[in-house]
């Protein structure tokens, strides 16, 4: 069974921290891209970020600066540190993955073949 489960969601207070974790089960983490989406209420789900299999990496303009994505093969995890977070940053937070690499530079929810559940994060004072 190929599966991806997030964790690390929560709340948080504007300007403060998060680390989210995508954890690859039933194949290997380092043959596909694996990109973080989000979806906030009422709207469509969006990808954020996104790191290639040879580690480039694809940031959202929403997120530039902000966000940053890494992957321990290792492991067989992907990580997403959410720095200096703002309300408009709550959602909930997917990782999919996807063999084509292309679709790492312009994520959208069509492409990607594996999907996790999706963590909750909430930022708010």
């Known amino acids: 069974q190929l599966q991806l489960v997030e964790s690390g969601g929560g709340l948080v207070q504007p300007g403060g921290s998060l680390r989210l974790s995508c954890a690859a089960s039933?194949?290997?983490?380092?043959?596909?891209?694996i990109a973080w989406f989000r979806q906030a209420p009422g709207k469509e789900r969006d990808g954020v970020l996104c790191i290639s299999r040879d580690g480039s990496t694809y940031y959202a303009d929403s997120v530039q600066g902000r966000f940053t994505i890494s992957r321990d093969n290792a492991k067989n995890s992907v990580y997403l540190q959410m720095d200096s977070m703002k309300p408009e940053d709550t959602a909930v937070y997917f990782c999919?993955?996807?063999?084509?690499?292309?679709?790492?530079?312009?994520?959208?929810?069509?492409?990607?073949?594996?999907w996790g559940q999706g963590t909750q994060v909430t930022v708010s004072s």
């Open positions: 039933g194949f290997t983490l380092d043959t596909y891209a």
């Open positions: 999919g993955a996807v063999v084509t690499d292309v679709y790492c530079n312009s994520p959208h929810v069509p492409a990607y073949e594996i």
